[in-house]
């Protein structure tokens, strides 16, 4: 099957850095949009950062200026580089991918979500 392996996520200042990675694994034989979500406690999951397959990105304005987000398309990753991190950003930090993948003998679509990683970032 396929599944999105993220890491990278942990504790850090205010004002510090930090770089997310999420990995899709499988047989998959194409990759569309790309993105990093996260919910805070009590809080509704919410857009961070898209990629399309073709390099094109889109950000919520509470992040614009602060964090990057890029794939590597021949490894099948997704990269969220955060910097300038401020404690309004901890959060638990989800990829999401929409992928083409061979299931038996068929090619199918699919919606993934990562585990989750937890990003805090202390005042």
């Known amino acids: 099957q396929v599944q999105l392996v993220e890491s990278g996520g942990g504790l850090v200042q205010a004002g510090g850095s930090l770089r997310l990675s999420c990995a899709a694994s499988?047989?998959?034989?194409?990759?569309?949009?790309m993105a990093w979500y996260r919910q805070a406690p009590g809080k509704q999951r919410d857009l961070v950062a898209l990629?399309?397959?073709?390099?094109?990105?889109n950000y919520a304005d509470s992040v614009k200026g602060r964090f990057t987000i890029s794939r590597d398309n021949a490894k099948n990753t997704v990269y969220l580089q955060m910097n300038s991190l401020k404690p309004e950003d901890t959060a638990v930090y989800y990829c999401?991918?929409?992928?083409?993948?061979?299931?038996?003998?068929?090619?199918?679509?699919?919606?993934?979500w990562g585990q989750g990683t937890q990003v805090t970032v202390s005042s």
């Open positions: 990629i399309t397959s073709s390099g094109t990105t």
């Open positions: 999401n991918a929409g992928l083409r993948f061979v299931d038996n003998l068929s090619a199918r679509t699919t919606i993934l």
């Open positions: 499988g047989r998959i034989l194409s990759i569309n949009d």
